[in-house]
């Protein structure tokens, strides 16, 4: 049974879900007009597309005159615009529209995403672990908690839905397209340029069909002769693999000098310990075969070299499904040259492992380990829905890089809306919003090895993200890699070692204008922290704090005029060694600043759910703004490493020293000192100096 609290706050969502649906009938919250799902016809410029971003110009990267295809619709074909600017289609177009929604599919849609809070049992909080400060301190002491503090879900800003209101999908200096822009419903894109253009150099990736691409191979006489690479994996790959071990013996024929090296027990012992007969038969009968055929269409499918996002370089690279699928498939199969060393100078030192050789890979008489299996599992099982079914839709990948970061200290954002869930998931319950992925530098980190943690995870349960690890390098400290078009194949349940394959899903999220589905994610790599208590620090306070704002910042327009909501979590935390709550702060302080609503899920933490929205709730009813605190998180650090440590963590510490926000100032309690929302202290004992620099005002684009 609810408790009191759970009713009342149901009770507020429904009414506030209520008023919602009443504004949107009387037009205040009208929907688009609708639009074609894909559409060669300009739609109307949005009023945030020219709006200044920090994110650096996108300037012409070194590969941008190699491809670009010129889509503009002639004189006389296509659509019409409509008087609104928005394209309709002619009367004998079979474009499928995007029907507006009515008030029963929206009241359906926000009931069912309010409803699943409710149909949990509340738990009793864990007591904290906090030592008790002197001063009161507002967080909450009931011990009966719903499963979600916050706002309701109709407050928050959602992403495009099934409006398309993106410009023209078009190839440009900062964006190449590798398939025809020209996109029609039901079809597969079509790749771009028609026939394979050859480019072997260092801004792209070096093709396994590349006619640079050679080998080595020892002729009778017992002489070295160059040959074709791509001739010897397609004659290896055309052969019949009925087992494992031929597969082993077909990926070493042009691998050949990792055979003493790399080690297959763990691809073996799947077969063997983990699949029945049927299952292998049906593996190597039917599956593979498919996904070889998959592979050897490289040239056919990928016409062009894929360019590589580098470091400092703003970059979009967008992709069909089917693209993404058929490299996926020669990465499965090790084809990608230089991609196997992994010395210090090595041509892709600073790119992840791309080539599923380790993944292979088991150790002595162990086997294979479970999560290895369920690793293998999520693959296998992609590649078997996509080349039964090939999805038609588009991913783009885009390489995000923050000049000039904000100055915290002079920031006069205040914290926007908040809801913390200690139930659900970022890629179950973060429909319509940004998802953040808790990335390696290296992204995808450890999923073709043997890490399977947030990352990792969400890379084997939408096996596509992982084609990012062939072209990007590693991210540098103001740099994110935002995807946008990601499919859910699979689902999970447990975590780390635990981890285990749940079952096929079907992801039916709504695909926009360019044919993605409107699923993004945001790659954002925390500190490694070895030094748990150097966190504090100003310098790495603010490298926090700009990885995040890099991540929050820019976008696709939404419906609702602002930046989709951040679904997130606890970022850099766990094995990387973050504050559990400083991280939450920084995340609030980024979102405030890039105008975005937070969702945030603890995953079963009770305490950090309420500590979190107590903290929240405390900063926006004084109106605390983020210069003040981010004053406050320096006053923290001077306060922990001169004198004495008070023993309080950073909430509490906070409420006993923080009241209420002025226009200038953040009083503090304590020594007697106030300090400045730029970081500089007045008074007291010490300072901290802000940076001098120009003021530069920052907006979503």
Not at 137 to 142: L, N
Not at 235 to 254: F, M, N, Q, V, W
Not at 337 to 362: D, K, M, Q, T
Not at 585 to 592: D, F, I, S
Request: proline letters at 8%; one cysteine or more; glycine letters at 8%.
């Amino acid at each position: 049974m609810a408790s009191p609290v759970a009713k009342r706050a149901k009770a507020e969502a429904e009414e506030s879900l209520t008023s919602s649906l009443e504004q949107m009938e009387e037009g205040d919250l009208s929907p688009h007009s609708p639009q074609p799902l894909f559409s060669d016809t300009p739609s109307p410029p949005s009023p945030l597309a020219h709006t200044p971003s920090p994110l650096a110009a996108h300037t012409p990267s070194p590969v941008a005159h190699t491809l670009v295809e010129h889509t503009s619709t002639p004189k006389g074909e296509g659509e019409e615009p409509s008087p609104a600017g928005g394209g309709v289609p002619s009367s004998s177009s079979s474009v499928k529209l995007a029907a507006p929604p009515t008030r029963k599919m929206v009241q359906g849609k926000i009931t069912a995403m309010l409803g699943r809070n409710w149909t949990h049992k509340p738990r009793p909080s864990s007591p904290s672990s906090s030592s008790a400060s002197p001063s009161p301190s507002p967080r909450s002491q009931q011990t009966d908690l719903p499963p979600s503090r916050g706002c309701s879900l109709s407050e928050i800003c959602f992403g495009p839905s099934s409006y398309p209101i993106l410009p023209p999908l078009l190839s440009g200096p900062a964006h190449c397209i590798l398939f025809r822009a020209r996109l029609k419903a039901g079809d597969l894109p079509r790749p771009f340029p028609d026939a394979f253009k050859d480019v072997w150099d260092s801004h792209h990736v070096r093709m396994p069909c590349s006619s640079h691409s050679l080998y080595p191979v020892r002729l009778p006489s017992g002489e070295e002769q160059l040959r074709s690479r791509w001739e010897i994996i397609t004659e290896a790959l055309r052969r019949p693999l009925t087992s494992s071990h031929d597969l082993e013996k077909a990926i070493l024929s042009y691998n050949s000098r990792y055979a003493g090296k790399w080690n297959f027990q763990g691809l073996h012992a799947y077969f063997s310990e983990v699949c029945d007969e049927a299952e292998t038969a049906m593996f190597f009968g039917s599956v593979l075969p498919r996904v070889v055929e998959l592979a050897l269409s490289l040239p056919r499918l990928v016409t062009h070299a894929v360019p590589l996002l580098q470091r400092q370089q703003p970059y979009r690279l967008s992709l069909s499904q089917q693209q993404t699928a058929c490299l996926l498939a020669n990465a499965l199969f090790c084809t990608f040259p230089r991609r196997n060393a992994s010395g210090a100078r090595s041509e892709y030192a600073r790119y992840p492992s791309i080539n599923f050789s380790h993944l292979f890979s088991g150790s002595g008489s162990r086997g294979i380990r479970p999560v290895q299996a369920a690793k293998l599992k999520c693959l296998f099982h992609y590649f078997a829905r996509v080349t039964s079914h090939m999805p038609e839709g588009v991913l783009t990948f885009s390489r995000q890089v923050l000049h000039p970061a904000p100055q915290w200290e002079r920031s006069e954002a205040s914290l926007t809306n908040l809801r913390v869930d200690s139930t659900g998931t970022i890629e179950d319950n973060g429909q319509g919003m940004l998802q953040v992925d808790f990335a390696n530098r290296f992204v995808g980190g450890g999923v073709l090895g043997g890490g399977c943690v947030q990352e990792e995870i969400r890379f084997l349960v939408c096996p596509e993200l992982m084609v990012s690890r062939l072209f990007t390098e590693a991210l540098e400290d103001n740099e994110c890699l935002v995807v946008t078009g990601a499919e859910q194949f699979s689902s999970y349940h447990g975590y780390s070692s635990g981890f285990e394959w749940a079952g096929s899903v079907t992801d039916s999220t709504v695909r926009d204008a360019w044919g993605r589905r409107q699923t993004v994610v945001v790659a954002m790599d925390a500190l490694h922290l070895r030094d748990k208590d150097s966190q504090f620090k100003p310098g790495l306070l603010r490298r926090e704090l700009n990885k995040a704002y890099c991540g929050f910042i820019g976008g696709d327009p939404t419906p609702c005029g602002r930046g989709m909501a951040v679904a997130t979590g606890n970022w850099g935390c766990g094995a990387f060694g973050g504050d559990v709550r400083l991280k939450a702060l920084l995340q609030l302080m980024a979102a405030a600043v890039s105008g975005r609503d937070v969702v945030y899920f603890t995953f079963g933490d009770r305490q950090l759910q309420e500590d979190l929205f107590s903290m929240h709730r405390y900063c926006t009813e004084r109106g605390f703004k983020v210069r003040e605190l981010w004053a406050g998180l320096l006053h923290y650090h001077r306060n922990q490493t001169k004198g004495p440590r008070s023993g309080k963590n950073l909430y509490d510490f906070i409420y006993g020293n923080f009241q209420n926000s002025s226009s200038n100032t953040a009083t503090v309690r304590g020594d007697g000192a106030s300090v400045r929302g730029d970081g500089a202290s007045v008074g007291g004992g010490g300072s901290v100096s802000g940076e001098n620099s120009q003021t530069v005002e920052y907006s979503i684009q």
